[in-house]
């Protein structure tokens, strides 16, 4: 389980340094197309910024160790490379510290408090079969 893998066995997760809105829709747009130089970026951004704000940020979320460039003539291309995965793991515990103080029982006692959709019997197997191992591992 994603989850269990790359937290501590407490309650309560602590995330590191997470990435802003705009570094986040940067990456999906580096996910997205694989590959990208400044002005590809650019185009498809929401309410885009000048085109030396977007190199900028792509500097920062190189820095940071999020992306990489390579050399395609005059320009820069950029690549991500930071698996999806581990972003959205990293994106997920950002809105965990933020709005359930930390707390997984808080969010999936949302989750299924809340849930619009009713969940199938197989996906309550499941969640059942996911908490009966984590009992057992002593999470």
């Known amino acids: 389980m994603l989850f269990s893998q790359h937290t501590s066995r407490s309650k309560k997760l602590k995330s590191g ?3 802003s809105r705009r570094e986040r829709e940067i990456i999906d747009i580096l996910y997205k ?11 498809r951004l929401p309410d885009p910024p000048s085109y030396s704000a977007v190199r900028a940020m792509l ?6 160790g999020h992306i990489r ?7 820069y291309v950029f690549l991500p490379t930071v698996s999806r995965e581990k972003v959205k793991f990293s994106a997920l515990l950002h809105i965990i510290d933020t709005f359930f103080d930390g707390s997984v029982e ?9 849930s619009t959709q009713k969940l199938s019997r197989d996906e309550l197997n499941r969640l ?6 984590a009992k057992k591992e002593g999470v």
């Open 106 to 114: 808080q969010v999936v006692a949302t989750l299924l408090d809340s």
């Open 128 to 133: 059942s079969r996911l908490i009966e191992k």
């Open 33 to 43: 197309l694989g590959r990208a130089n400044a002005a590809e970026v650019q185009q």
């Open 59 to 64: 500097r920062v979320l190189e820095e940071k």
């Open 69 to 75: 460039h390579e050399e395609d003539g005059p320009r």
């Open 17 to 19: 340094p997470g990435l």
